[in-house]
């Protein structure tokens, strides 16, 4: 008999429709589902229980969306795929930017969600154990340290800079391929396990949010460059025996 917890999922949505469609959906699914109708309830649930995953809405009274992914990721790591307005990209990129890992536009299926949900679930839990597993406990490179354990990126400083589990998935993927250029179909696959379409932005706006993490200036930048027609590069050398 399986004994095995089911994932926790965390809708947060002003809509009593689609927080009940979602919980019912979802359940169905195997997932334990908690709802929440704004920010305070939001709150409440995250120092109740452990969640694995929340689905949060940007048009929420009081807090938006956005402001409660960017305080959320001041402390937390949990994975958030953003719904947002129909054809709003900058609703999309702005998420993003705040730290969410996925996002999805109103109107959408629950089947769609219920299919990225288990992507993002299964790429967080594989962390340890896919090409990753042989991560050594910490990188060093340029004044910084990556510790793989913790997940916490050390500046030169020693002031620890925190990071989403998209931004800790994609530094660690440049740091295991220094001074190679990966395209974006590539960093695309390996931190999100999808393709990318004619217009997706994510990566960009990863990298952008990864940029900013490491204080790398986007114009003249000298750790995480673009490679015109091919991608991007982490230049620096990469050891993990120490600086």
């Not at 959408?108 to 299964?122: D, N, P, Y």
């Not at 990298?207 to 091919?230: E, F, N, P, S, Y």
Request: net charge neutral; aromatic share 6%.
């Amino acid at each position: 008999m399986n004994t095995a917890q089911p994932d926790h999922i965390l809708v947060v949505d002003d809509d009593p429709e689609i927080r009940q469609l979602l919980k019912t959906y979802l359940e169905k699914n195997e997932f334990q589902v908690s709802v929440a109708a704004e920010s305070r309830q939001m709150w409440k649930k995250l120092e109740q229980t452990s969640i694995d995953l929340i689905v949060l809405d940007i048009m929420l009274p009081g807090t938006d969306g956005l402001e409660l992914c960017r305080n959320l990721r001041v402390s937390s790591r949990i994975p958030i795929i953003m719904l947002t307005a129909r054809g709003d990209e900058m609703d999309r990129i702005l998420g993003l930017e705040m730290g969410a890992d996925d996002y999805l536009p109103k109107p959408f299926s629950a089947r769609e969600l219920l299919a990225r949900i288990k992507v993002i679930l299964r790429r967080v839990r594989d962390l340890p154990i896919d090409s990753l597993a042989d991560s050594p406990e910490k990188f060093y490179f340029s004044g910084w340290i990556l510790e793989t354990a913790t997940q916490h990126l050390i500046s030169p400083q020693e002031i620890v800079i925190p990071l989403s589990s998209a931004e800790y998935r994609l530094l660690t993927i440049f740091l295991l391929h220094p001074n190679h250029a990966l395209s974006r179909d590539q960093l695309l696959d390996m931190t999100q396990g999808r393709n990318s379409g004619p217009f997706d932005r994510s990566i960009d706006v990863l990298v952008g949010r990864l940029r900013k993490r490491l204080g790398d200036d986007a114009k003249q930048a000298t750790l995480i460059k673009t490679v015109r027609g091919r991608g991007y590069l982490l230049a620096s050398k990469v050891s993990t025996a120490g600086r």
